[in-house]
């Protein structure tokens, strides 16, 4: 098995059947020979430093009904709340203050916070904070309203795939949602000229390994400039309350590979995987991740924007929950760097 990790590291591809042979076999030994080399890979183009990306949870009014999110429209006992344009730029300020150049404004598909919504938004916090990259997440649309978006300035999207399996998308999502809809999405984004990242949830309801190869085998072919991975997490207001949650050692053992595969790619070590492990960001960082992505939303609000249970981080001041992810990084022998955090390699025009 440790063949198969110099040849990743070396073509920095597998075949189909070798990832899901590496998958299958992942074990703390050979986890611990994947690390070695993912972060040799990763100091050779971060060195030790950490980018952190301001996450402004914007609104959790949703028109989708996705099986796995707490924000999904038929979820009744959840309380909606969307931030005013003032108050995401009072949230920019904070941020920039404490030293933030990215800000990622994600959400749930709000039918308020529409093209021309989202637009003035890029808009004004862009001609605030010119030297700092905005982010969107917030789903699916035409390729008209992501070209408006990018003209108004916006740097970023982060769409996950999910699941590059049209059968596997089908169990977690209903049935006006499609896999062909998310991947061309994905490629129009690509297309504008946006860096674009996409991802999985490691352990979803009906996964397999297969599954897990063939999103391994889409990322290569994309070739995204971020991928955004964590563990699935239960939501006790969605169908999959019951569910069994994605491991620890999955998903970093995952961002092992996908640091080998793709050396220059921005790799989150997220909220999702702190939830399932007390010190789960110190490990992903350690496993390959270069990017931390700091909760900036009010105080008030972050418990309302729950995509799944006991979410990490949601009684913390943004100043506070940044200064304890400085000791953490710290106490590994990493350091969280004041920066937009362009991937390495990517000419910014
Ligand atoms: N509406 C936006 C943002 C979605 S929330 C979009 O469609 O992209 C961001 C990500 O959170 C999702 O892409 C999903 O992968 C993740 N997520 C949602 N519910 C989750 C759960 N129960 N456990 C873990 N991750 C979850």
Redesign the pocket.
Known sequence: MKSLIDKLEREQILSREEFISLIENHNPELAGYLFERALAVRHRHYGHDVYIRGLIEFTNY?KND?F???LRASNRNAQRYRLSQEQIMDCCREGYRLGFRTFVL????DPWYNTDRIEDLVRTIKSEFSDCAVTL????HPREVYQRWYDAGADRY???H?TATAKHYSMLHPANLSLENRLRCLWDLKEIGYQVGC?I?VGSPGQTTENIADDLLFMAKFQPDMVGI??????HD?P?RDKTAGTLELTVFLLGIIRLMLPQVLLPSTT?LGTIHPTGREQGILAGANVCMPNLSPTEVREKYA??DNKICTGDEAAQSLNSLKKRMESIGYRVVESRGDRAGRMIQ
């Open positions: 949703c996705c796995y999110c707490g994600q959400g749930g598909e997440s917030v789903g699916e982060l769409l996950r999910e991802g949830m964590g563990p699935f997490i239960p939501q969605t999959f999702a995509l799944y």
